[in-house]
Every structure is written in structure tokens, then in C-alpha cells.
């Protein structure tokens, strides 16, 4: 079945840029979702479809998908983007189509 | 506002079945994919099963044995069934709301969960 690969954990000062990848087979040309799970609380969407995101996600919180890994970036960091992040793709020729990645702990130093 | 809400016993046997419930609000059961996933503690996310309530569903193949969804509509209620529990069934589920993304200039299309529940904690002990 499809993998996908994320760094462990990423640490990052407040007012700096942190950015997370996301690695899988020909990654570049399937849809790449993140969501954002602060603890003890439930993942929440925030990019969709590579780039796009919920309304009411800010524009701090950004993704792209040019080929080889798809990345998160949140610029200008702040204490409450500590949270851990998962990206997920749909395999829809598999029949486990929802793929999750191994997750980023982001800490904020 | 869309809101999911999980419910079921918090203890299960091992080799009983666990039950749980989904309570959809503000929106219809019937006008989406419904998905469970869980997460045992410290540990990732794994994918159960989606639904929809045209009775299609599909499972994760390591799970398929012992899963069962269902919906019911007059309750505006999503269901899971896993028999014969086991220590490694221990995490947190939740359920989420599917969306459906289309790329209308290629045709390719996949799904998100946009909306998820808070979540219900299951522990397998006897």
C-alpha cells in the first residue's frame, strides 16, 4: 500500500518559519491534504488539494506540491502552531484509499 | 455549524464487540462520505472505514474482518461495530465528515475529512 514519510519532529523559534514534507511514491501527481492536531484535541484541516485552505485557516499556514515532496510551511510561528501534522493522500486505485503520513511534532523553542 | 460527536462505552472486553455511535449535526447524514479513523495514544492515524448512505462502504483491508458501519438516517447517526477487540484496539476514534475535491481542468479528484469529531477514548482490558 501507499506510504507516506514526514520527518519525526521539527523545532522551530517563535517568529520563524517552520516546514514540514511530506515524501511518497510520485507524490506530484496525487492531492495532498495536512491537518493540524494540537493535543488533546481532534486533527483539523487545514490545507486542502496541495494549496487551498478552509476558510478560516491563516494565510501564515501554506502548502505546495511541486513534485518530489509535498511541504507545510507556517511562517512567523507562534506558541499555539505547536501541534502535531499529518498529511494525507486518497489512493483511489487501492482499497485502502485514505493514506495518513507518519506525523511532525512541531515544537516551538 | 457542522457538528460530530462520538459516544460509546469508554471499557470493552477483549474478544467483545465494540459499539460505537456518531451524532451528526447541522448537516444530513445523507449528503456526504462518512469516515472512522482512530488513533492509538502517542501514535498516528489510522483509517477504518467510510460510508455513505446509499450503503456503500469500503474498509481497511487489516480491519475488514471484524468492521462493520452503518447509517442511520432517522437519527442522523453514523455506527461502527468491531468484534472480537484485542489490547491493540485501544485508541481514540473518531469520525469526520468527507469532502469531495475535484480538479475540473484534469478530472482528478480525491477526498479530505473536513469536519472531525472530538473524539471518544476506547480501552480493551479486562
Not at chain 1, 5 to 24: E, K, L, N, R, Y
Not at chain 1, 71 to 77: A, C, E, G, H, Y
Not at chain 1, 85 to 104: K, L, N
Not at chain 2, 73 to 94: C, E, G, H, P
Given at each position: 500500500s ?5 520527518p519525526?519532529?521539527v523545532?522551530?523559534a517563535?517568529g ?8 511518497g511514491d ?18 483539523v484541516l487545514?490545507v486542502?488539494?496541495d494549496?487551498?485552505?478552509?476558510s ?9 506540491n511541486?513534485?518530489t ?8 510561528v507562534?506558541?499555539g502552531?505547536e501541534?502535531d501534522?499529518f498529511c494525507?493522500?486518497w489512493?483511489?486505485?487501492?482499497d485502502?484509499?485514505y493514506?495518513?503520513?507518519t506525523g511532525?511534532?512541531?515544537?516551538v523553542? | 455549524?457542522?457538528?460530530?460527536q462520538?459516544?460509546?462505552p469508554?471499557?470493552v472486553k477483549p474478544?467483545?464487540?465494540l459499539?460505537?455511535t456518531?451524532?451528526?449535526s447541522?448537516?444530513?447524514v445523507?449528503?456526504h462520505y462518512?469516515s472512522?479513523?482512530?488513533q492509538?495514544?502517542g ?5 477504518i472505514?467510510?460510508?455513505?448512505n446509499s450503503g456503500?462502504?469500503?474498509y481497511?483491508?487489516?480491519?475488514k ?5 452503518s447509517?442511520?438516517m432517522s437519527?442522523?447517526?453514523?455506527s461502527?461495530?468491531?468484534t472480537?477487540v484485542t489490547?491493540?484496539?485501544t485508541?481514540?476514534?473518531f469520525?469526520?465528515r ?8 484534469t ?6 475529512m473536513?469536519v ?5 477514548t476506547v480501552?480493551?482490558?479486562s
Amino acid at each position: 500500500s501507499y506510504v507516506l514519510t514526514q520527518p519525526p519532529s521539527v523545532s522551530v523559534a517563535p517568529g520563524q518559519t517552520a516546514t514540514i514534507t511530506c515524501g511518497g511514491d510520485y507524490i506530484g501527481y496525487k492531492s495532498v491534504h495536512w491537518y493540524q492536531q494540537r493535543p488533546g484535541q481532534a486533527p483539523v484541516l487545514v490545507v486542502y488539494d496541495d494549496s487551498d485552505r478552509p476558510s478560516g485557516v491563516p494565510e501564515r499556514i501554506s502548502g505546495s506540491n511541486p513534485g518530489t515532496t509535498a511541504t507545510l510551511t507556517i511562517s512567523r510561528v507562534e506558541v499555539g502552531d505547536e501541534a502535531d501534522y499529518f498529511c494525507q493522500v486518497w489512493d483511489a486505485s487501492s482499497d485502502h484509499p485514505y493514506v495518513f503520513g507518519t506525523g511532525t511534532k512541531v515544537t516551538v523553542l | 455549524q457542522v457538528q460530530l460527536q462520538e459516544s460509546g462505552p469508554g471499557l470493552v472486553k477483549p474478544s467483545e464487540t465494540l459499539s460505537l455511535t456518531c451524532t451528526v449535526s447541522g448537516d444530513s447524514v445523507t449528503t456526504h462520505y462518512w469516515s472512522w479513523i482512530r488513533q492509538p495514544a502517542g501514535k498516528g492515524l489510522e483509517w477504518i472505514g467510510r460510508i455513505h448512505n446509499s450503503g456503500t462502504t469500503k474498509y481497511n483491508s487489516s480491519l475488514k474482518s471484524r468492521v462493520a458501519l452503518s447509517v442511520d438516517m432517522s437519527k442522523n447517526q453514523l455506527s461502527l461495530k468491531m468484534t472480537s477487540v484485542t489490547a491493540a484496539d485501544t485508541a481514540i476514534y473518531f469520525c469526520a465528515r468527507e469532502s469531495y475535491n475535484e480538479d475540473t481542468l484534469t478530472g482528478y479528484y480525491s477526498y479530505s475529512m473536513d469536519v472531525w469529531g472530538q473524539g471518544t477514548t476506547v480501552t480493551v482490558s479486562s
